[in-house]
């Protein structure tokens, strides 16, 4: 059931939602500063290419402080706009009965993209 999930999620958006965060995450490589915030995009666009079996977690020993000041940057640089795009999202998926299942996956996209320092993919 996971399998047909994740094919019809790449089907319904999901690939561009990746493909997406692919891009900015290679943006942000190009300079140094950068180079966290690029990781952090590309693990986003990982979950976001299967997320039905998947979770983001927090990681051993996280969150730690360095992870804590990261999310905070992360957030006042303006990356809650992620969050809030896959809120929306999610509301607009959860009209529908069939579209409950990819709203949940976007409201646990929207958590993952407040706080992505210190998260891992299980």
């Known amino acids: 059931m996971k ?3 994740n094919i019809a999620w790449l089907i319904l958006g999901g690939f561009l939602v ?8 290679l943006i942000m490589c190009v300079t140094i500063i950068g180079i966290p915030f690029g990781v952090q995009l ?3 666009g990982i979950y976001a290419l299967w997320p039905f079996g998947h979770e983001l977690v927090n990681g051993p020993n996280e969150p730690g ?3 804590t000041v990261m999310n905070l940057l992360w957030i006042l640089l303006g990356w809650w706009e992620i969050a809030l795009t896959h809120l929306v999202f999610g ?3 959860c009209i529908t009965i069939i579209g409950i299942p990819f709203g949940m996956q976007h ?3 929207g958590i993952g993209a407040v706080f992505p320092f210190g998260k891992q993919i299980r």
């Open 3 to 5: 399998f047909l999930g």
């Open 18 to 25: 990746s493909v997406i965060y692919f891009i900015v995450g």
């Open 42 to 44: 590309f693990k986003l």
């Open 65 to 67: 402080c360095l992870s």
């Open 91 to 93: 509301l607009i998926c």
């Open 107 to 109: 409201f646990k996209m």
